[in-house]
């Protein structure tokens, strides 16, 4: 017995469990077209199947099936229990290649050799006085991969670059031959041959040394470069960022089996600390790497994770290329147990040298999931008001205000209802009910949404260093929500902090807002599942488990410090019911704050999944507002949602073709422009929103 869950990246996933032994793992047989590729044993703990009292030892599988298939075909692929012949729940299931990975690998086709060399001589001319020199560290690797790796890079359309093969004294004889052969092709290709073997981070760093470029780019011996890397990573070097980084591809072992694609936002340093969201293509300034004396030789593992974090503290500004340029092969063999536990130590103890080296009261540690890294900020238990809106709704209301009472303290926590002409007798006994632990301020007049929490700030007391703006049907689900989002929103650069909502079935309704998608702006992975069994889902890029900027919160759930409130003047009483809260974030961001999602305690939001969730189809005259206000952004793109993205489907390939689309710049140290502290007012439309410091 057992499920199929799907294939996700060329992975299949399920789990199994062999009937006559259900404590013992089950080998699991995996048919294509009829033909028997792989048998494996379950090896994972499933906790939802073992607490279903089906089994007790480990039933979860992860096969690959990259290998087993080619690009263009479909297959059927059949899953069963080995020893009895029993197909899985699911299976069989069809798997057929993605439209977007067989156009990629044809795109260039019909280039005509007279496009191409007009392409190339703009290429040499746009970067005239540039090199980019690229560190391929070497050991043992199949000739077919190392050459596939040397002919991409011999096949760039920019020819401004320096290949450095740093051979770790591979006993394999072809290695040296090979490396030899292309030497001999192009002066450009440089061989350096380490006297012994001394592993990934010594050889690196004798290319590093090496090297003469400008700019330093790093490749392993067994993946591909796209033919318009070299230009793309050059040009961003025109902005003088010192850390430049791409998207990239992951295929299997056959390099042109696409298995996803990762589209990547702009730089944001708290993700990067909950993940490392980009590893190829990455580039560090000739004189930062020498600086940062390269990677850590005592590291036998993350050295590369440390050796970016010792480069963003070197840095002011980071690029991103929103292209595909890399291809990231990936092999059979499957981490186990002890590497992971020696990935996560590792990278924790980077993490907060790091940290320590910043100034940071952070400190990391392991996260929602492998590679998944949480960084605790001490908790400033300073006076905070929860403000909640309501017109009678006890339904919801009652609820809301039992779960706040329940997961937060009333030594350094009040909760305010503000009573917006509620008229039900049952609500105002309520009220009176709870009269000595929940504070009431009644408000008159049409509804508002701006104006009323305004109102509340305003009048609820001035004592409060932190403010939760809340919705009358969010329901605090355990106690350290607002502990957790304290001692972010406490961070002097940190401006709002947003929390990830779930519906009443644990699918996401909110998880961060991105401009430009379902209209204006949409909540990030709505619809999506928050677990998998017991099993947390990371979603796109580790986004659901990882906290992160994006442009704006939902104001369901934000936290607020009270001087950064007032000091952008408040919500904006003419956007009365929707975009407010975007607004107000939005320009929270203009002056530098960073506006944070947290991942790590999700709340419910028990709004209904049929109602329209796009506020301006429901409120035209506050979406026109919105879009004119911030007519410049929305047309530049939101730098926390890539380019390549659909705007119509979150988080879907759209626009891989856009091989060019421009280079965005963040600082890695905020600066943060002054505000005025003081009465909340109507906002005038912002004259430019500076997401970026731009080019010099």
């Given amino acids: 017995m057992g499920s199929v869950d799907g294939v996700m990246a060329g992975v299949l996933i399920g789990w199994a469990v062999d009937p006559d032994a259900p404590d013992q793992a089950a080998d699991v047989e995996v048919l294509i ?57 699911g299976s069989p299931i069809v798997v057929a290649p993605s439209r977007d990975a067989m156009d990629w690998i044809s795109r260039h086709a019909g280039t005509s050799r007279e496009d191409l060399d007009r392409i190339r001589t703009r290429m040499d001319v746009e970067t005239a006085g540039q090199t980019l020199s690229i560190v391929m560290p070497v050991y043992n690797t199949p000739d077919a991969w190392l050459r596939e790796a040397l002919d991409s890079v011999l096949a760039q359309w920019c020819v401004r670059w320096e290949l450095l093969c740093v051979n770790d004294a591979s006993p394999e004889p072809h290695v040296r031959e090979t490396l030899a052969e292309y030497a001999a092709k192009d002066r450009r290709i440089r061989i350096v041959n380490a006297r012994r073997n001394g592993g990934i981070s010594k050889t690196t760093n004798l290319g590093i040394r090496k090297a003469r470029g400008d700019y330093i780019a790093f490749m392993d011996h067994d993946d591909l470069l796209e033919p318009e890397a070299v230009f793309r990573m050059l040009d961003a070097a025109r902005t003088g960022a ?35 969201y980009f590893v190829h293509m990455v580039a560090v300034r000739r004189d930062v790497a020498l600086a940062c004396q390269g990677y850590d030789e005592t590291m036998s593992i993350s050295a590369d994770v440390d050796f970016i974090l010792r480069v963003i503290e070197r840095s002011e500004r980071v690029a991103h290329v929103p292209a595909m340029l890399y291809r990231w092969r990936t092999h059979v063999t499957s981490a186990g147990h002890n590497s992971m536990e020696r990935v996560t130590e590792a990278t924790t103890s ?16 392991p996260g929602l999931g492998f590679n998944i890294y949480r960084t605790e900020y001490p908790d400033d238990p300073a006076k905070t008001l929860i403000v909640i809106p309501t017109k009678d709704g006890l339904n919801v209301l009652k609820p809301c205000i039992e779960a706040l009472l329940k997961t937060t303290s009333r030594a350094d926590c009040d909760i305010l209802i503000v009573d917006h002409q509620s008229r039900q007798a049952k609500t105002k006994k309520y009220f009176a009910r709870i009269a000595d632990v929940v504070k009431t301020l009644p408000y ?58 779930l519906y009443d079935n644990r699918l996401v309704q909110h998880s961060g807002v991105v401009l430009g998608i379902g209209g204006a702006a949409d909540h990030a992975h709505k619809f999506a599942a928050l677990e998998a069994g017991q099993e947390r889902r990371v979603g796109y890029n580790c986004s659901l488990v990882s906290t992160r900027e994006y442009s704006a919160v939902t104001a ?29 974030c939005l320009r929270i961001g203009s002056l530098g704050y960073r506006v944070l999602n947290d991942a790590e305690e999700p709340l419910y939001h028990h709004e209904s999944m049929t109602r329209s969730l796009t506020d301006q189809v429901d409120h035209p005259r506050d979406g026109k507002l919105f879009v004119r206000r911030w007519a410049r952004l929305l047309a530049e793109g939101d730098p926390f949602y890539s380019p390549l993205l659909s705007s119509h489907t979150d988080h879907a390939m759209a626009h891989l073709d856009n091989v060019f689309a421009p280079v965005r710049v963040r600082a890695v140290r905020p600066v943060l422009r002054p505000f005025q502290a003081g009465r909340l007012r109507k906002v005038p439309p912002p004259i430019q929103y500076p997401h970026a410091d731009p080019a010099p």
Wanted: glycine letters at 10%.
């Fill in 242 to 276: 010192e850390l430049i980084y791409s998207d990239e591809i992951i295929t299997g072992e056959n390099i042109d089996q696409i298995e996803h694609f990762v589209a990547r936002p702009a730089f944001s340093h708290d993700y990067y600390l909950s993940h490392p």
């Fill in 444 to 501: 008159e007049g049409a509804f508002n949404f701006s104006a009323i929490n305004n109102y509340a700030v305003q009048n609820g007391g001035t004592d409060y260093k932190y403010i939760v703006f809340m919705n009358n049907d969010v329901e605090a689900i355990r106690p350290g929500w607002l502990e957790r989002m304290r001692s972010l929103a406490a961070r002097p650069e940190v401006g709002a902090v947003g929390a990830t909502l």
């Fill in 556 to 584: 369901a759930c934000m936290m607020v410090r009270r001087d950064v409130f007032l000091g952008v003047g408040g919500y904006d009483e003419d956007l009365a019911i929707g975009y407010n809260d975007t607004d107000l």
């Fill in 350 to 365: 980077a993490h907060n040298r790091h940290l320590v080296r910043m100034g940071s009261a952070g400190e990391s540690r």
């Fill in 33 to 89: 077209n009829g033909v028997s590729v792989a048998r494996e044993q379950t090896t994972i703990i499933r906790e939802d199947v073992n607490n279903s009292g089906i089994a007790s030892g480990p039933t979860g599988f992860r096969i690959r099936l990259a290998e087993f298939i080619a690009l263009q075909e479909a297959y059927e692929v059949v899953v069963r229990v080995a020893r009895t012949g029993e197909q899985l729940v």
